[in-house]
């Protein structure tokens, strides 16, 4: 629905917060997602025209029954078209929110949105193929092997990372520092490919984290590590995307180097609110059912953070 879509202004890509976006194509709409299948294979969009076609079509060709989410946060490249054509299989389904509420929260809306209907896997990628989805079974294959949760790793013994430059300076040093500080025995703190059991989680871990930006990788990890729930780590390659920009913020670098500040001075278990009711949930503004209570106190639409109807 274009109803949510106010003002002209492109969102500063530094305060994705909030910021309400401008789409210049017409704004196709999109019908509430179904589940068909029992595993949900979460991407989150922003101006991914050049890949996600290829992406959807690849996770949908795997030896793996699943449904693919999009939550897509004001794309202006042709992304929406690319994925009016994907949502014609009833295996895919869009999310698309009134602005660039930023990845985490996109992330936080799959996590709500995988519970809300009863889901039992959720696995999570970047849409620029710089994660591999044909490495979707590996992950999946170490949950059915007893992990509650998997994580692509590109630091575990094996795996491979493309970045060259100060971003490869930057992923290996927040990645060391963030095991040395935490001491937890993982090596990849930072990268979204991930598989979880939703039964093993408990509802409202993950998606009531204060992060709505990249943070949200790190703090989720640590609150599922320190929930005591079982881990693995699968090598993987990762490659620099090939088309379109990064869309990380230079300030979500500071985010990053707080939250480890953060978790590395307390290293209880995370204190989180439960998932609200349906009543309470549903979103006064987008009458979505995404509403949770965010750091365990704020009450917030993951759906549209209060700025009306997604679609
Ligand atoms: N829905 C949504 N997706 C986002 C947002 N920011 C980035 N993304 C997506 O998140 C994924 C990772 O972003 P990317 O720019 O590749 O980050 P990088 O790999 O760390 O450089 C890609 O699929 C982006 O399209 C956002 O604010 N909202
Ligand atoms: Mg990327």
Redesign the pocket.
């Known amino acids: 629905m274009a109803g949510a879509i106010a003002g002209g202004v492109e969102p500063s890509i530094d305060d994705?917060k909030r910021a309400v976006s401008t789409p210049e194509q017409p704004m196709p709409a999109f019908p509430p997602p179904r589940r068909t299948a029992d595993t949900l294979v979460f991407?989150?969009?922003?101006?991914?025209a050049g890949t996600i076609g290829a992406l959807v079509e690849r996770v949908l060709a795997l030896p793996v029954r699943a449904d693919v989410l999009v939550?897509?946060?004001g794309s202006t490249d042709g992304t929406l078209g690319v994925l009016a054509q994907a949502a014609a299989d009833p295996r895919v389904g869009v999310i698309r929110?009134p602005g660039?509420?930023?990845?985490g929260?996109?992330h936080k809306l799959a996590w709500l949105h995988a519970r809300r209907h009863g889901y039992a896997r959720l696995v999570t990628l970047?849409?620029?193929l710089?994660h591999d989805p044909a490495d979707i079974p590996r992950l999946l294959a170490a949950l059915d092997d007893g992990a509650e949760v998997a994580i692509g790793s590109r630091f575990a013994p094996g795996g491979r990372l493309d970045y060259r430059g100060w971003?490869r300076l930057l992923s290996r040093t927040a990645n060391a520092l963030a095991r040395g500080m935490l001491r937890l025995p993982i090596r990849e703190f930072t990268t979204?490919l991930r598989a979880a059991r939703l039964d093993r989680v408990p509802a409202g871990l993950v998606e009531t984290i204060g992060a709505d930006?990249?943070a949200f990788f790190l703090v989720c990890v640590v609150r599922l590590a320190r929930q005591g729930l079982a881990i693995a780590e699968i090598p993987i390659h990762f490659r620099d995307?090939s088309h379109?920009?990064?869309?990380?913020p230079r300030l979500e670098i500071l985010r990053g180097a707080k939250n480890l500040l953060r978790l590395a001075a307390n290293r209880r278990a995370a204190d989180f609110a439960p998932l609200l009711g349906p009543d309470e949930s549903r979103c006064p503004a987008c009458e979505g059912p995404y509403r949770v209570m965010v750091a365990g106190s704020r009450p917030e639409c993951l759906a549209c953070a209060g700025h009306g109807r997604s679609s």
Do not use: Q
């Open positions: 994705p991407v989150p969009t922003y101006n991914e939550v897509d946060d929110r660039k509420l930023g990845l929260s996109a970047d849409a620029d710089s971003r979204s930006g990249y995307r379109g920009v990064s869309k990380i």
